[in-house]
């Protein structure tokens, strides 16, 4: 799990919390959590985008509200009570997204209320927001939800760009024949096959550098 | 009248076509996090399918009987993974009382099915709109999807666990061992379920 610095007094600790949550504990390639919406999401980056706000949003929400009644809740039913919470915010996300944005509704499909059982937002519950203060576990579900958004970008924007040789729906590289295989499942698969590889060998390579 | 052509359709879908785990992107956690050795596997696999029948069941139930007549779907979220995790939470009970050894194989899996995308998933689905019939299942569909959304996933499952046995014998480059050489299994296995997806025959 993850663990940011205690203190946020400095910059440079402000900072730190920033690298830790996008790039040393990323959620998605490091931490490997919230995998099934990761690969369900990714064949456009439109679809990535919106995966990655509305969880962004649902974390901190539920992050605040955890760590506001963290005293209050007895241990037993803390699981259940986060779970609860998180379900409401989830669905203010789902009602909101079908008023508002009815076909990015439809094409996420059954993944947006599937964001209650994404497990990066109990994680960070459990893990974080129900030890710390308000204001930390409210960054701590900013720099998380980012770093799961830019997961999702990158993954989406590499399977778009093959699968449809689109981004964002525009034409990309004139003349490349599209492999569709990477806007279906198993280009998901394959896509972050190699880039959870690629972040591992950079990973080992740094550490390897320090030591 | 019972529509049977309908409900083998629904089986070989669930199982074979959309299966859950390579089509669908359902229940990837305890997918690549049990998938290490065969009988855990298999284990996992059974109490999967058992929550998920029980899950369609109880949701279906939920849905039909008191959030439609009382015109608060929207809740539907909300209500549905408390059924979920109430429900785990009974049958780890029960099963701790009257069937020690069935607790002994699958005790240790439960608790991590409440979490389980695949259940919350098997009920939506359920409850949503379909390809078969453009409106809900009906509680028998319900039911025959969530024991073969389940089948699925064990067959997935359980298909897994015996590659990365083999996996670990391996001689591997050090990026790829652990988990991405398992997700390019995993990506091999859609491609071959892929070719499913001609099995059009009910539509």
Known sequence: MAHAPATLESSSAAGAVFTEGLWKQNPVFVQVLGMCPTLAVTNSVRNAVAMGAATLFVLVCSNVLISLVRKLVPKQVRIATYILIIATFVTIVQLTMKAYLPSLDRSLGIFVPLIVVNCIILARAEAYASKNKVIRSAIDGLVMGLGFTLALCLLSVIRELLGSNKILGLNAVPGFKPMTVFILAPGGFFTIAFVMAAVTTIRNRKGTRKA | ?203
């Open chain 2, 1 to 203: 009248m019972i529509d049977v052509a309908g409900l083998i359709g629904i089986v070989i879908s669930a199982i074979l076509i959309q299966n859950f785990v390579l089509a669908r992107f359902l229940g990837l956690c305890p997918f690549f996090g049990v998938s290490k050795r065969l009988s855990s596997a298999v284990g996992m696999g059974m109490a999967v399918v058992f929550v998920m029948t029980i899950a369609s069941i109880f949701t279906w139930g939920m849905n039909t009987f008191v959030l439609i007549p009382n015109d608060v779907g929207y809740l539907q979220t909300i209500v549905f993974i408390l059924v979920i995790a109430g429900l785990v939470q009974l049958v780890e009970m029960a099963l701790q009382k009257f069937s020690p050894a069935l607790y002994e194989a699958l005790g240790i899996y439960l608790p991590l099915i409440t979490t389980n995308c695949a259940v919350l998933g098997v009920a939506l689905i359920n409850t949503g709109i379909n390809q078969f019939t453009n409106k809900g299942f009906t509680f028998l569909e319900a039911l025959v999807n969530g024991v073969a959304s389940g089948i699925g996933f064990t067959l997935a499952l359980v298909l897994m666990a015996g590659i990365r046995e083999k996996l670990e014998l391996a001689h591997l480059p050090k990026a790829l061992q652990g988990l991405p050489v398992a997700f390019v299994s995993a990506g091999l296995m859609a491609l071959a379920f892929l070719g499913f997806s001609g099995l059009n025959f009910f539509r």
